[in-house]
């Protein structure tokens, strides 16, 4: 099999396909016309699904990839490192900023009975080592979300920082659609749907970060520092500032039977990202729209349309494999009480971002 066109050959020697016309009026995502094309035949599809219509007709539409590089640097200059800008870190071993891969939230609620707020968390593991070769976990502190490495997440655990006592595996307070107040005496259980319809869509706070330096070329996991927190107040303001000049999605979701996170209080499209992944974003679809070239523009859009899946509030970390998890782990749209904040443009690592989906779609062509 040094040869895989000797394949070909010998099955289609005796067949012409040249003068073959191939209709399929139900195409989904294009196998059907995409092999017929490759076989010579003449292809006809249909599609009722906007979305899929779309994208195979980008399969198929030829593109000079020396003119969608020159677009995709063009929108880097433009917006690519403004919104790099939001997405900095202070590195741990230098003086130099990282680059943030992922940022780590938890919303959180009011207590019911006393009133304090409570952050959803159902443990306290944040990821494994980085290297199967350690032997380590990186863990977070109930009490002062100090970001630390411990040996055994399953055991007694003292914070570095506070020196509280806790065993991360179990100190969670989320179970099941309830949670309980650790500042209350007997610990009461509540329903977080009951809370949120009681005291409206549950708030975020930042505790951690994973980033990448290139000066040191070191990958890690940090607690949130007022860098970070400044940073976002940051990106809130200049939102705020362009709101009214941005293509922000703010009309009602569709009312799907499966879409759970309504019920969070998510009714509105705009509410399924955060301040910092809207202006990212809005910018960088304010930039595509402005290329002349109506294939180009829309091979670019397929590439934002993708990056959408890995940059918005219903993404959650895989903790086992120290990577993001898009939006459509299950077949339903369902709310995160940790979710996880991609970079938007794309650092040396991490997956889902606009350049890494660019980079796909170009692969592709």
């Known amino acids: 099999w040094e040869n895989p066109d000797a394949l070909w050959d010998y099955y289609l020697e005796d067949i012409d396909f040249g003068d073959k016309t191939v209709l399929d009026p139900f195409m989904g995502g294009g196998t059907s016309i995409v092999e017929s094309l490759r076989m010579g035949c003449n292809a006809i599809g249909s599609e009722l699904n906007p979305v899929a219509w779309f994208v195979v007709k980008k399969q198929v539409e030829p593109v000079d990839l020396d003119d969608l590089d020159a677009a995709f640097e063009d929108i880097k200059e433009g917006v690519g490192e403004e919104i790099q800008e939001y997405y900095l ?31 959803l968390f159902k443990d306290y593991r944040l990821a494994n080592a980085r290297s ?39 100190a969670g307070n989320v179970s099941r659609g309830s949670y309980t107040c650790p500042h209350c005496d007997e610990h009461p259980e509540m329903s977080i749907i009951e809370s949120i319809e009681r ?11 994973e980033y990448y330096c290139p000066e040191t070329g070191g990958r890690g996991y940090k607690s949130a520092t007022e860098f970070d927190h ?59 729209k402005q290329i002349e070239d109506q294939n180009i523009k829309e091979y670019l859009l397929l590439a934002f349309s993708n990056s959408l899946e890995f940059n918005n509030v219903f993404c959650e970390y895989q903790r086992n494999r120290n990577h ?15 979710p996880v904040e991609n970079n938007v443009w794309g650092a040396e690592y991490g997956m889902g971002s606009f350049k890494s989906s660019y980079d796909k779609m170009r692969a592709g062509k």
């Not at 938890?106 to 019911?112: A, M, T």
């Not at 005291?199 to 970060?209: I, M, Q, T």
């Open 89 to 119: 870190t202070e590195c741990p071993h230098c003086d130099d900023h990282a680059d943030a891969m992922y940022y780590f939230w938890v919303n959180e609620l009011p207590c019911r009975n006393c009133g304090e707020d409570v952050a």
């Open 324 to 338: 993001l998890q898009g939006i459509y782990k299950r077949h339903t749209i369902t709310a995160r009480h940790q």
């Open 230 to 288: 400044n940073l976002f107040t940051e990106a809130e303001k200049e939102l705020e500032q362009k709101r009214g000049s941005l293509p922000i999605p703010t009309t009602e979701r569709y009312r799907g039977s499966s879409d759970r996170a309504r019920n969070h209080g998510y009714e509105r499209y705009d509410q399924m990202f955060n301040p910092r992944q809207l202006l990212s974003l809005s910018k960088l679809l304010n930039e595509v």
């Open 199 to 209: 005291f409206g869509k549950a708030e975020r706070s930042l505790y951690a970060v």
């Open 132 to 170: 199967s070769n350690d032997d380590y976990y990186n863990v977070v502190c109930p009490d002062c979300w100090n970001v630390f490495e411990t040996d055994d997440y399953r055991t007694d655990t003292t914070c570095p920082e506070c020196s509280h006592e806790y065993i991360p595996k179990d």
